[in-house]
């Protein structure tokens, strides 16, 4: 890179400095004046780097910016997307991203014993003891996304022909994950409020046993499901499962960095988390974390001898293929951990912003919630089948009216044309936006002349 490519870049990159703060201090606003002061501030910044991105100079620069102004989705947008809220990254994992893209960069300093978690500097070995405290369990790694967790387990745990129980709101990857180990899945039917009880988990362990002859090898469970974000009973189930001396995996995909996790009050044996999901870290990202009882099963190291070379890769983790994530995906997740530790404590006050909102959206006439409500999560499902639906059946923009309008008012995530059963999540939005979100719905309802019950409203 040349020099004045150099320069280029390292201004952007302050440029975008500028624009975080900016954007850091706008849900924290108080008075109208600040605020569009601020707002100012974002659109000037914006302006030179949209100048940068559509002028003559140096086309990588032009790359790059056009790259780093993706971001203003976030600014500009209220994003109420079901599944991006809570893996959205800090500044700090952004800047991560570009410190240690390249993919060995975690690894300068790897010293003998040769394994990722061993690394001290970037501090990676104590990122590890961290993560595992953090759901209280003993031991943790990284790794690729929550469903590479399930894999490592049910391909430690699980042989041909073997029985997994799953419930039935079970992600697919959870299927696969047991597929891949030549297990079958069976699964737990829910009970009229679309929960999996740990009665129902004791007659499917029976059931499979009558049908098999053999117990499940695992019980597999998500605390919130990714349909309807109903919780489940977790505790009673892990108590269950142990009751016939199944171990317990806990799915913690919609858990784990944004509400408090402790693995070992459930009775988890393996804790689960997603990283991209709800660690506010880059894809692919997640963590298995375990037990002294099974970490020397689940991070059994290789056997392996050459038959030739004789040679052995002794501290390897088998299930782990040697090492996990690298450069900056990793260290993406560590720099976002701070703020997603202390995130967790505001858990209480992100799912009253859920009720409120939803509130809201139940006083307009025909509104359903199809999740439990109250909502004990940021993400729910709705059906508005009785409300926008029925002006989409009028409307000659259909079921895209709703996405329009709410796009026109700079809100977007809601999958575009789908105005019948869908599903959003308000994690992270301030209490501002959460009442703006309120007006809005409310207002493109009074608008198409549904029944807005406002004198409901808190
Ligand atoms: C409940 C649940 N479990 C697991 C996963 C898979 O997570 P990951 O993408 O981290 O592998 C998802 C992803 O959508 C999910 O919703």
């Known amino acids: 890179m040349d020099i004045r490519t150099q320069k280029t870049f390292e201004a952007l990159f302050a440029l975008e400095d500028i624009r975080e703060v900016f954007r850091q201090a706008l849900p924290n606003t108080t008075s109208p004046e600040d605020e569009q002061a601020i707002r100012e501030g974002v659109d000037k910044v914006r302006k030179i780097l949209d100048d940068i991105q559509s ?126 180990a030549g297990g079958v899945v069976k699964e737990i039917p829910l009970n009229e409020k679309n929960l999996v009880t740990p009665d129902a988990v004791a007659e499917k362990i029976e059931a499979v046993k009558q049908e098999t002859g053999k117990l499940p090898v695992l019980v597999m469970i998500d605390h919130f499901d990714y349909q309807y974000a109903n919780e489940h009973d977790v505790k009673g189930i892990a108590k269950v499962a142990h009751q016939y001396d199944i171990p317990f995996l806990y799915n913690g995909a919609y858990t784990v960095g944004v509400m408090p ?44 001898v050459g038959d030739i070379t004789k040679r052995k890769f002794g501290i390897k983790e088998v299930e782990m293929l040697g090492c996990t994530l690298m450069g900056s995906t990793l260290i993406g997740m560590m720099a976002s951990f701070p703020t997603v530790r202390e995130r967790v404590n505001h858990w209480d006050e992100e799912v009253k912003k859920s009720n409120y909102f939803l509130d809201g959206v139940l006083n307009i006439e025909g509104s359903k919630v199809l999740s439990e409500f ?53 994690y992270g939005l301030s209490w501002e936006k959460i009442h703006y979100l309120v007006d809005t719905f409310q207002d493109i309802a009074d608008k198409h002349e549904l029944q807005v019950n406002r004198s409901q409203l808190l």
């Open 261 to 304: 996790v402790d693995g070992k009050n459930i009775g988890a044996d393996f804790v689960v988390g997603s990283g991209h999901k709800s660690m506010a870290s880059p894809a692919p990202s997640g963590v298995l974390a375990t037990t002294d009882e099974w970490a020397p099963k689940i991070f059994r190291t290789t056997q392996m």
């Open 374 to 426: 109250p909502r004990k999560h940021t993400l729910s499902k709705v059906d508005t089948t009785k409300s926008f639906d029925t002006v989409a059946q009028r409307h000659k923009r259909k079921g895209f009216f709703l996405s329009d309008e709410l796009s026109g008012k700079g809100i977007i995530g809601e999958f575009a044309g789908a105005t019948r059963v869908w599903k959003l999540n308000t």
């Open 55 to 180: 002028g003559t100079g140096n086309a990588e620069v032009r790359k790059i910016a056009g790259t780093i102004d993706i971001r203003s989705r976030e600014e500009n947008y209220i994003n109420i997307q079901p599944i991006q809220a809570a893996g959205r990254l800090t500044p700090e994992a952004r800047k991560a991203l570009l410190a240690y893209g390249d993919g060995y960069s975690t690894c300068d300093a790897c010293r003998k014993p040769f394994r990722l978690d061993k690394i001290s500097n970037p501090p990676i070995a104590p990122f590890h003891e961290e993560l595992a405290r953090f759901v209280n369990m003993d031991q943790a790694r990284v790794v690729p996304g929550a469903r590479r967790g399930f894999q490592a387990v049910a391909s430690t745990l699980v042989s041909k022909g073997d029985s997994v129980v799953v419930s039935a709101l079970a992600h697919y990857t959870e299927f696969l994950a047991v597929e891949e």
